[in-house]
């Protein structure tokens, strides 16, 4: 039986995950072959020192040409993060050698943006960090692009997440920010703001507007109704983002659940209302999350204590005022 030491995996070339990927997206060896610039028996070659090396077949071969196995499905996600971590690799050399800096590549939840992400950009650099490059999306998706190394870490919580998450989990670190709670937002003149007995069979009567299913805030929301035995309520409009429905609920008679920290934002704006009614569920965590092999990494040490002290400076920064607060409104008309 071969050995899988990593002495023996270190006989691994890269063209050899090129033409795994290459024998995946075509399924046949003639195409890969012509994709890696090889000729076919070359390209044989290679997929047969392969699978001697890792002694175990990687793809079934027919007439209709190759299949990739159970086993090659398995070791599908690594082989993706390694070609994309070279990739970012060449990336870096490519900024390097035109006099550039390199490049930190950071996946951030809107709220953790909105209430701490920018002063954390600040200090990062005053503290001589590199070019940084944010990528704004879902937690789960976040999550998805860290662990296929399309991002060196991500500010979010960790969702209710699919089996293929929770394995990944074990290829992470954490680092506990900051809980945020949610809460029930509604335009500055809804009449709900002076309304006596808002309770959860009330609210589930009103119209709302949601994020998506698999978002965080719409999924604690439903958390809340359930607690309460009220089925929660479905959207007459559906966003990908609560900064959406922030918007929406301004200029409408609309609901919304949004984090408080952004919500109170737009409410030093005087643009919408947070209504005095606390959800019954748990605060989300926060973390910094990044892959174990990149604890070593002196950028994103840098980054983690650059986040780590804008908390430690006071709460989220508040909305402007007067002039600056009217400009901002009229964004929203």
């Known amino acids: 039986m071969p050995s899988h030491s990593p002495m023996v995996l270190s006989h691994l070339k ?6 795994i990927e290459s024998l995946i997206e075509h399924g046949s060896i003639h195409k ?7 000729s076919q028996p ?5 997929l047969n020192d392969l699978e001697n090396l890792v002694g175990m077949p ?17 070791l599908l996600g690594g082989m993706r993060t390694i070609l994309n971590e070279f990739d970012h ?8 050698a035109a006099g550039r800096s390199a490049l930190l590549r950071v996946g951030v939840v809107p709220q953790a943006f909105i209430a701490y992400l920018p002063k954390a950009i600040g200090l990062f650099r005053r503290a001589g960090g590199c070019a940084i490059r944010t990528h704004e999306s879902t937690a789960r998706q976040l999550l998805e692009m860290l662990v296929a190394g399309e991002l060196d870490c991500v500010v979010g919580r960790l969702p209710n997440a699919s089996a293929a998450l929770a394995h990944a989990a074990g290829q992470l670190s954490f680092v506990n920010l900051y809980e945020e709670e949610i809460c029930i937002v ?26 998506r299913p698999d978002s965080a805030v719409r999924a604690a929301l439903a958390e809340a109704f359930l607690r309460h035995g009220v089925q929660p309520p479905e959207p007459v409009v559906e966003t990908s983002t609560y900064i959406q429905n922030l918007a929406i609920v301004a200029q409408s008679g609309l609901f919304t659940v949004a984090p408080r920290r952004a919500a109170a934002v737009h409410q030093e704006l005087g643009l919408v209302r947070i209504l005095d009614m606390r959800l019954d569920v748990v605060p989300m965590q926060v973390c910094l999350i990044h892959r174990k092999a990149s604890e070593r990494d002196p950028t994103l040490s840098l980054f983690q204590q650059a986040f780590l002290e804008s908390m430690h400076t006071g ?7 007067k002039g600056r607060r009217r400009a901002a409104a009229a964004n929203y008309r």
């Open 14 to 19: 890269f063209r050899h995950l090129l033409l």
């Open 32 to 38: 890969a072959a012509r994709q890696l610039n090889v």
């Open 42 to 46: 070359a390209a044989t070659a290679m």
């Open 58 to 74: 990687l793809f079934v071969r027919s007439r209709q040409g190759v299949t990739p196995t159970a086993n090659t499905q398995a």
């Open 89 to 96: 690799l060449s990336s870096v050399i490519g900024r390097l």
């Open 186 to 211: 509604v335009g500055r003149d809804n009449p709900a703001i002076t309304q006596a007995g808002m309770d959860y069979k009330t609210l589930a009567r009103c119209e709302w507007a949601l994020q």
């Open 315 to 321: 709460e989220a920064p508040h909305a402007p005022r």
